[in-house]
């Protein structure tokens, strides 16, 4: 079973960039399709980035060209850049793995990232 711990969240000017990890312990990510996800305060939960196994990448409509997900296997690390920060991208930042071979999902308990002057 995988455990994943969210970092490297904090509070940034709009327009500026951070760069979220997600490191995962108990198992290798390599079998595990990575995911980004968001809550503001008030709203659901939503999709922001996933990447297969394969390195294929998909973003939701609000960060697409700014936003950045990679994984780095070696690390057992997922990332996402997040670039151009506007109000409306703080939320609570959780990361999300799938095994391709149960097909269960783990989560991990997020990073805050504020975005204000």
């Known amino acids: 079973q995988v455990q994943l711990v969210e970092s490297g969240g904090g509070l940034v000017q709009p327009g500026g960039s951070l760069r979220l990890s997600c490191s995962a312990s108990g198992s290798s990510l390599s079998a595990y399709t990575m995911g980004w996800y968001r809550q503001a305060p008030g709203n659901q939960r939503e999709f922001v980035a996933r990447i297969t196994i394969g390195g294929d990448t998909f973003n939701a409509d609000p960060v697409k060209g700014r936003f950045i997900i990679s994984r780095d296997n070696a690390k057992n690390t997922v990332f996402l850049q997040m670039n151009t920060l506007k109000p409306e991208d703080a939320a609570v930042y959780y990361c999300?793995?799938?095994?391709?071979?149960?097909?269960?999902?783990?989560w991990g308990q997020g990073t805050q990232v504020t975005v204000a002057t």
């Open positions: 999300d793995g799938v095994d391709i071979r149960s097909r269960r999902s783990y």
